[in-house]
């Protein structure tokens, strides 16, 4: 049986790094959270001017993208035929895989304490059921994993070519995996490109994540479930 | 030039109604927020159990699903070209247009106040361009407004088809709209099913809106942009 794997690549999730851990405004965030910072999820949304110190800081802080892929990728019949696998991989080299049958929260602020219970727990479960996981490991690492016949990346810098015709090629392969970049600015690194059989570009416009996410499972659902 | 409309039907949004505007949970959470009931948002997943003494309590305090559908909606190319026409229409007879070339707040409780701020103002400007309007209106109101030339509604009770058949079915008429139910349970009232022209369900399975959204306006495009 064909099996889909969605990778959301270079994820802006992470918890408080350590560089910024004794800002002004992080203490006081967490203090009124209850948290230590290495408990707390980095978000733009509250932590911009901290962030500002960090490098590389437009990639990160962003967890309402992999909130949205995530809830895009699962809200899909094709993941709830069981035929869809689901991972993010973040952008300091965490796997966070979503296991089979999972209802995500759909309000943000559930998805954050998940998230931060799944950074310190390593397993959420539920019923003796395990929902999600996360563990140590590189893009490579990822891949050697899940053992994919191909390696599909989606970026606006790719190939030229179409949703449909990009789930067609994908689906000529047993297991193609599909990689999308769950950040908000710039490319995928060329260490991760280097990894990708292929490099598909499936619009004209830049689109966000989420919007990608949709089309292309969806492309994909229309052949694999026919 | 073919003209889209987009409407979220019975979207589950509304300030906190006045038969529970007393009840102590309430009250304590006004309070925390510093805001009067009339300016907050009914939300289960903070007021649930005061939802419970509302009539027709499973339809109602979903924001999510409208901040979804509208990220959804707002994100497509067919929106940036500005061919496609955003609202939503509320279960208390609101009517919420989005109008071109706005970027919603992607975090939800940004996003929530921008809606209870919309509620007290009516209108959201910035930079004296109008990007937010509500008024009153039932639907049938705004389809006067909207003057469509054929309203395509879709419904898992609706006949069986496809979102490309849908699509291409639309586009022979100038201006179609797109209803689609903003609620998280049960089906479009019978009197909004009356003032629908057609009435489709493009999946056999029960998709939520936010998915329905997505794959109706990029069949759309697909054609549209092409």
Redesign the interface.
């Known amino acids: 049986m064909t099996r889909i794997t969605y990778v959301l690549e270079e994820s802006a999730i992470e918890v408080i790094p350590r560089e910024i851990r004794d800002d002004k405004m992080i203490r006081q965030f967490c203090l009124k959270r209850g948290k230590h910072p290495e408990e707390v999820l980095l978000d733009q949304?509250y932590h911009h001017k901290a962030i500002l110190k960090l490098a590389n800081n437009e990639m990160r802080g962003r967890p309402?993208?992999i909130h949205?892929c995530l809830?895009?990728a699962t809200?899909?019949?094709l993941y709830?035929k069981g035929q869809l696998d689901v991972y993010a991989h973040t952008l300091d080299d965490k796997i966070i895989k979503v296991e089979k049958n999972v209802r995500l929260p759909?309000?943000?602020?559930?998805f954050v304490g998940l998230m931060e219970k799944l950074y310190v727990e390593k397993i959420i479960s539920y019923k003796e059921k395990r929902l999600l996981t996360l563990s140590k490991g590189s893009f490579e690492d990822l891949l050697n994993k899940i053992r994919p016949s191909t390696v599909i990346g989606l970026s606006s810098i790719g190939k030229e070519s179409s949703n449909e015709k990009v789930a067609k090629y994908a689906l000529r392969f047993e297991n193609p995996v599909f990689i999308v970049g769950g950040f908000a600015k710039g490319h995928f690194g060329a260490d991760k490109r280097k990894l990708m059989d292929t490099l598909f570009s499936i619009?004209?416009?830049s689109?966000?994540a989420?919007?990608v996410t949709?089309?292309i499972l969806?492309e994909t659902e229309k052949i694999v479930l026919a």
């Open positions: 949304s309402d993208i949205f809830l895009e809200s899909t019949p709830f759909r309000v943000y602020e559930r619009s004209r416009y689109l966000n989420h919007i949709a089309r969806y």
